[in-house]
């Protein structure tokens, strides 16, 4: 049965949790085709996943290679493809605990960038998996920044060959997914030289272990990178080439082409290489991050109403633990982020699909915009989730410390996101470089892209809320959000222009305002996070009861972000002290109110137990009980352990009164 | 060092390619013969153990931790003279092997849920122990799952049909020779957890386990033959074992920080990336203005945890020396100010030893960058030893008793004598402090900490008197001010810290370290300005010209310290071995030896990986 003090949280809903979740999978329809794939995928033995917190690195990445092998049975039984409406719960339904990722990214590099003679020689063969790809571009010493890459690939006229070379230690490739163990062929990215003349870095397939007997081709140094911090199952990969020569044919050639001769020759805008990079970012954004996040607050919520821990009133039971307003003030906040996120990705996903269709149109004008955004999202989004993600963890006290929660694999997991894919740091920088072309441009006069008008709107100066209910009024709140953005660009612009004035080069003074452009940043995607929950909250009229939770929790992130960047919105006294103390005080009130519908909150994003895998956050709330049990199955407890024998008996039995 | 260092005995496989089995056999092995090195030494000082200890499981914890930690200091200070014979030379001798199981599966912090029941018989002179719940079942002690054969348990005690509350008991749990739990007795280990690999830490759960009285621990409270309870004296005395143990765990924030920063640092000035300027070489990323920005006020944090650190242990030296006489006048204090220490720098330090790791980008995520272990062991520290939320509460309730006292007109002495100068700020609200700090002298900051904590714990205490006087509950109340409250608290902290590190400087002689220490107290303090402008600006202890001079000075203190950063790092001295770092080494050879250790994983021993024979290949076929 449910534990009462679960079941006595669902009693008390303010709204259908069914009706919320069928508006976040954007209708009843795709409800059901999730729950289907889902229920699919976690009734078949072969991808359970109740073992992986006893699995070692070895046993970990055979069963993902297991799991993949069967997945690909399994698609074809149920009639999956990869185009269809169910592909994207596939991943869900998995946890991502599968191996093969990068055959997606390798197949995807290669229908971007190669030519339709190449997709047509390659493409089949990865579909079939008669081989298998990876994506080699990361190098021991270089990452982010694709200029410095040290792999050469240099052209051999007489044989008409590419010789690749891994000159240095540094250069040796090092993090791609499937290449330490799994794959046959790689995307590698080298630097082209043609005739001792460097042409840049460009991509060519490489294979580098047998078809027969999968053992490494000449030349061709590969191998695992040892133990991360999560992703057990994979093997990344180290690969060193030496003198590994790949036909002409092997460059991918959509874009630019070494003719026979040597003759170099481009074709079409290299700015489209973004492209890929833009959809790998907002992808991530969804699979990696938000959902690992709504997970992580379902763990932390469901135990934080199980969990009851000293007493409130003298004589009473001891209170559940949610009841506690710090307890509230961890999680609640970051509840209301993952409703704010799940939200912007749907904005993003937006974005995205308008600027794909003028790109189709041969309009590149959106190139710029989707760049700046996806890149400030990524990194926005990634941060404020992992920390997000850690208070989760922190806040279910010791019991969220043992693997069998679950947390430390979602912290573990969503943390890698802040660095692939682009450093974080970085891609704020090049969104603050956008926001700063955008201003200058809005302050000439220049028209400037729909997302980032409010650079040119007109100021109030200063913030009229008059009581604590004005902070409940989203065009107070959202104003305030704008003011402040603008202040920091403005003020940062101000900054570059003064130091470039005043005879500091322009590298020189754009690194000693990188501090500031960061935060610069972060206040436009705050900002921008803000405006758009409100928004959704908006458009919800037709669901009174829905709308009404969500613009609790539109408040309530609006205001925590207000709460916790208190000095960017005093700074120049838009906010003034005593308004801050009334934001402050409706922040608070709002924890109260958020408290009651905290568990059906989470109810509605319908993770099955399978998939939380976690004795904390159980949807029958028998946390301990399950906690128990799981951990009698731990092999420490079955499995019988030299130590005794070999080391404590000798101790025991004092061998050491000897000495 | 150079003592574990060299011993052959000592060395093993890197502990990143083992099993779980395999690492705690390993620590098993290691904590048998450091035992018995101690005794072959004569190394008798806890201090020397303590550091000894610590080079031969680098920093790890370790399965004999709670016996030698816990279990033998709890018989020392708390079992009678009979009972020190019967079990403290065995104890000592390891021939009992004990560990202290307080915490339960539902109950952790507040000590008076504790559910696991001890019912004294006096027909048999015995002590019946029982598990009546799962919620009740000993969960997470240290070395308990496989190692212990003995327990210090924690439970209610009932005689005469009355509870007395929670007492001690030792409980055999394992049959001497064969090491297999006694009748009555469940135990082992609880599964994996996110560090913490070499412990065993189990569960124990007691159906009618019966003990004769004389295992419970009967210095202080005591059952008589006949049941009769007796009371001890003063419940005060174990204050100070926590303020003891608060203390070490402000010591570990600073060493568990440092080591981060080590790694971070020397990392940062040996990777290159992108460029700076056209056409130059690739620069060192500590080069960039955002990576001096992330780890500089890390390291100055480091500085300054250590700093309070000691400033705790002597405190606590020089007045365990007044408890023994009798005088526990400053434990209220002590105790207040290390619960609120204790929280504030775990917290810190968990946070920075994370930014620490994501500063080193991809390779920070390598288990060969040793971050990730250090983050694993120490942030259950945020945990244990009083859940640091709690923690921060106590403190404030000690904040709000010593408003309410300079309220009514006392005088309060020691770390919150600012709280005096609160009612004279009123008369002339204008001359708070402000406009008149001068933020480029660590005697300013100080200022500056203290008038915003003076602030935060009237505001916190003003809050909780509204919530009084609309509602009948003190407890509703106060749970409905506490996130005020823990502000308060931080800002006392904060607060503290600060005024350490400034007093520190005074006594340093030589002037070139003065000088450098100086520029990382002004970091620390004007960093922590930058990050809570929000409390400086409202309270009108900063202007906004002065805030904006606070970044600047920020900057400026980052270009200035540039140059010292790894000597910095440096001088915490951590021996390559303890510091386990591929990226963090000495020498700065990060990427050949990055490869080294990638060519040892467990699944590049073979050159051909089985699951390819086993998967691979049969889909590759039927495909």
Redesign the interface.
């Known amino acids: 049965g449910v534990n009462p003090d679960l079941a006595s949280e669902r009693q008390t809903a303010s709204f259908s949790v069914e009706k919320l979740t069928a508006w976040l999978d954007g209708g009843a329809e795709h409800t059901r085709i999730r729950r289907a794939v889902v229920e699919a995928i976690q009734s078949d033995p072969i991808f359970s996943r109740e073992n992986q917190?006893?699995q070692?690195?070895?046993e970990r990445?055979?069963a993902a290679?297991?799991k993949a092998?069967h997945l690909?049975k399994k698609m074809h039984e149920m009639g999956w493809t990869e185009n269809g409406p169910e592909y994207k719960y596939i991943y869900r339904a998995l946890s991502g605990d599968v191996a093969f990722l990068l055959q997606r990214v390798f197949k995807r590099s290669i229908s971007v960038l190669g030519s339709e003679k190449q997709i047509a020689r390659w493409i089949p063969l990865a579909t079939?998996?008669?081989i298998?790809g990876s994506y080699a571009q990361?190098e021991?010493?270089?990452?982010?920044?694709l200029?410095?890459l040290e792999t050469t690939a240099v052209f051999d006229v007489s044989t008409q060959e590419f010789i690749l070379n891994t000159p240095t230690?540094?250069a040796?490739k090092?993090?791609p997914g499937d290449m330490?163990?799994?794959a046959t062929h790689t995307v590698v990215f080298a630097q082209l030289y043609i005739r001792g003349k460097c042409y840049g870095v460009h991509p060519f397939i490489v294979q580098i272990r047998s078809?027969q007997?999968?053992?490494?081709c000449p030349g061709v140094t590969a191998?695992?990178?040892?133990?991360?911090?999560s992703f057990e199952h994979a093997?990344n990969g180290?690969l060193r080439l030496q003198k590994v020569r790949v036909p002409r044919e092997n460059m991918l050639n959509k874009f630019c082409e070494v003719q026979p001769d040597g003759t170099y020759v481009t074709r079409g805008s290299e700015k489209i290489n973004y492209l890929p990079m833009t959809t790998v970012r907002i992808s991530v954004i969804s699979d990696e991050v938000i959902i690992p996040l709504m997970k992580a607050c379902t763990i932390a919520i469901r135990y934080s109403v199980v969990?009851?821990?000293?007493?409130?009133?003298?004589g009473e039971q001891?209170a559940k633990i949610l009841?506690?307003?710090?307890?509230q003030?961890?999680l609640l906040p970051q509840l209301a982020a993952a409703y704010a996120f799940h939200f912007i990705n749907n904005y993003l996903q937006e974005l995205l699909d308008r600027g794909y269709r003028e790109i189709q149109r041969k309009n590149f004008e959106p190139l710029p915009e989707l760049h700046a955004f996806s890149s400030g999202f990524k990194a926005m989004v990634t941060q404020y989730c992992t920390s997000a993600v850690?208070i989760c963890l922190?806040a279910c006290?010791?019991?969220?410390?043992?693997?069998?929660s679950g947390l430390?694999s979602l912290y573990?997991k969503i943390?890698?996101s802040?660095?692939?894919e682009g450093?974080n740091?970085?891609l704020f920088?090049q969104t603050a470089r956008f926001l700063i072309k955008c201003f200058m441009a809005a302050s000439a006069g220049q028209p400037i892209p729909p997302s980032v008008t409010y650079l040119a709107a007109v100021d109030p100066g200063k913030c009229p809320a008059k009581n604590k209910l004005d902070f409940l009024s989203p065009d107070i709140y959202t104003e305030a959000y704008r003011h402040t953005a603008v202040r920091l660009i403005g003020s940062v612009v101000a900054k570059l222009q003064d130091l470039i004035h005043s005879g500091v080069?322009k590298?020189?003074a754009w690194?000693?305002c990188?501090?500031?452009l960061?935060q610069a940043a972060k206040a436009h995607c705050h900002y921008i996070s803000v405006v758009n929950f409100a928004e959704t909250v908006e458009k919800l009229e037709t669901k009174p009861d829905i709308q009404k939770i969500m613009k609790h929790l539109c408040d309530l992130f609006a205001l925590h972000g207000i709460f916790s960047?208190?000095?960017?919105?005093?700074?120049?006294?838009y906010i003034s002290?005593a308004q801050?103390?009334m934001a402050t005080a409706s922040y608070?009130d709002l924890l109260a109110v958020i408290r009651k519908d905290a568990v059906p909150l989470v109810d509605a994003f319908d993770f099955t137990d399978k998939t939380l895998n976690s004795a904390l956050g159980s949807s029958d709330g028998q946390v301990?009980?399950r906690?128990?049990e799981?951990?009698?199955?731990?092999?420490?407890?079955t499995?019988i352990?030299?130590?005794?024998e070999?080391?404590?008996?000798?101790?025991?039995?004092?061998t050491?009164?000897k000495? | 060092e150079a003592l574990v260092l060299n011993d052959p005995d000592f060395q093993h496989e890197d502990l990143?390619?083992l099993?779980?089995?395999q690492r705690?056999?390993q620590a098993?092995?290691k904590s048998?013969l450091m035992?018995?090195k101690l005794?072959?030494y004569g190394i008798a000082d806890p201090e020397e153990i303590y550091w000894f200890k610590s080079f031969v499981h680098r920093g790890r914890p370790e399965p004999l931790d709670l016996h030698l930690g816990m279990f033998l200091p709890t018989l020392l200070t708390q079992a009678t003279p009979e009972q020190q014979d019967r079990f403290f030379m065995p104890a000592w001798?390891?021939?009992i092997?004990g560990t202290y199981a307080q915490?339960e599966?539902?109950?952790?912090?507040?000590l008076r849920?504790l559910e696991t029941t001890a019912t004294y018989d006096p027909a048999t002179q015995e002590f019946i122990l029982n598990s009546p719940t799962?919620?009740s079942?000993k969960?997470?002690p240290g070395g308990l799952?496989?190692?212990s054969?003995h327990a210090i348990v924690l439970a209610q005690l009932y005689t005469q049909g009355q509870c007395k509350g929670l007492h001690a008991f030792i409980v055999p749990i394992r049959q001497?020779?064969t090491?297999e739990p006694l009748p009555g007795i469940t135990v082992?280990?609880?599964?994996?957890?996110?560090?913490y690999d070499e412990m065993?830490n189990g569960?124990l759960k007691m159906d009618n386990f019966r003990i004769p009285r004389e295992n419970m621990l009967m210095k202080y409270a005591q059952v008589e033959p006949d049941g009769t309870y007796v009371k001890p004296l003063s419940d005060k005395l174990t204050y100070g074992t926590m303020v003891f143990i608060r203390s070490l765990i402000v010591g570990d924030s600073a060493r568990s920080l440092s080591r981060a920063c080590t790694i971070a640092i020397r990392y940062s000035a040996v990777?290159?990336?992108?460029?700076?300027?056209?056409g130059e070489p690739?620069p060192q990323i500590l080069d960039?203005?955002?990576q001096q920005?992330?780890l500089f006020p890390l390291l100055a944090t480091a500085y300054a945890f250590h700093f309070v650190g000691a400033y705790i242990k002597d405190t606590y030296r020089r007045i365990s020396g007044d408890i023994n006489e009798g005088d526990l006048s400053e434990l209220p204090e002590l105790h207040a100010l290390t619960a609120g220490l204790k929280a504030f720098t775990s917290w810190t330090a968990?946070a920075g030893i994370?930014e620490c790791r994501?500063a080193c980008?991809?390779h920070?995520?390598?288990?060969?960058s040793g971050i990730?272990d250090i983050y694993?062991t120490f942030?259950?520290s945020?945990?244990?030893e009083g859940?640091n939320?709690v923690m921060m509460?106590q403190t404030a309730r000690f904040l709000v008793k010593s408003y309410t006292q300079v309220s009514s007109g006392q005088e309060v002495t020691g770390m919150v004598s600012y709280l005096n100068d609160l009612p004279r700020q009123r008369i002339q609200p204008q001359h708070v402090a402000a406009r008149s700090v001068r933020i480029n002298e660590p005697l300013g900051l100080v200022e500056a900490y203290k008038a915003r904590a003076a602030r935060l714990v009237e505001a916190a205490a003003k809050n909780l008197q509204a919530e009084l006087n609309l509602r009948k509950?003190k407890?509703?109340a106060w749970?409905?001010?506490?996130?005020d409250l823990?502000r308060a608290s931080e800002a006392h902290c904060h607060y503290v810290i600060v005024k350490l590190f400034a007093a520190k400087l005074s006594e340093i002689s030589n002037a070139a370290v003065r000088a450098v220490l100086t520029e990382l107290c002004l970091l620390y303090a004007l960093y922590g300005i930058?990050k809570?402008?929000?409390?400086?600006?409202?309270?009108?202890i900063l202007t906004?010209a002065q805030?904006t001079q606070v970044?600047q000075q920020v900057?400026e203190l980052l270009a200035a310290l540039r140059p010292n950063a790894v000597a910095l790092a440096d001088a915490f001295d951590f021996h390559d071995v303890h510091l386990g770092s591929v990226l963090g080494r000495y020498d700065g050879n990060v990427?050949?030896n990055?490869?080294e250790?990638?060519?040892?994983?467990?699944?590049?021993q073979k050159?051909?990986?089985?699951?390819?024979h086993?998967?691979?290949?049969?889909?590759?076929a039927k495909?």
């Open positions: 917190y006893f070692s690195q070895n990445y055979e290679v297991r092998v690909q079939q998996y008669r298998i990361t021991l010493g270089h990452g982010t920044y200029q410095g230690v540094s040796m090092w993090w330490g163990r799994s078809l007997d999968h053992s490494l191998g695992d990178i040892g133990p991360k911090m093997d180290y969990r009851r821990q000293s007493k409130l009133k003298p001891e009841d506690y307003q710090t307890q003030e961890k850690e922190r006290g010791g019991h969220g410390y043992s693997l069998l430390p573990t943390l890698a802040c660095i692939y450093e740091t970085i920088l080069k590298y020189d690194n000693q990188t501090v500031q960061v960047n208190a000095g960017a919105f005093l700074h120049d006294g002290g801050m103390d608070l301990y009980q906690l128990y799981w951990a009698q199955k731990s092999p420490t407890n499995q352990s030299p130590s005794y070999k080391y404590l008996k000798p101790l025991l039995h004092n050491l009164s000495l | 990143n390619f099993s779980r089995s705690y056999e098993i092995r048998a035992v018995m005794r072959q001798n390891l021939e092997i915490t599966m539902g109950h952790g912090t507040h849920g799962v919620t079942i969960w997470w799952g496989k190692t054969n001497l020779g090491h082992g280990d609880i599964g994996p957890k996110f560090g065993d569960y990777r290159h990336q992108s460029e700076l300027k056209p690739e960039y203005q955002t920005y992330k968990n994370e994501m980008g991809g920070g995520y390598s288990r060969c990730p694993v942030t259950p945020c945990t244990y859940e939320t509460l509950s407890e509703d749970n409905r001010t506490s996130v823990v930058s809570n402008t929000g409390d400086f600006l409202q309270a009108g906004d805030s970044y900057k990427y050949e990055m490869f250790w990638a060519k040892k994983s467990p699944l590049n050159e051909v990986h089985e699951s390819f086993k998967h691979l290949k049969p889909m590759q495909l």
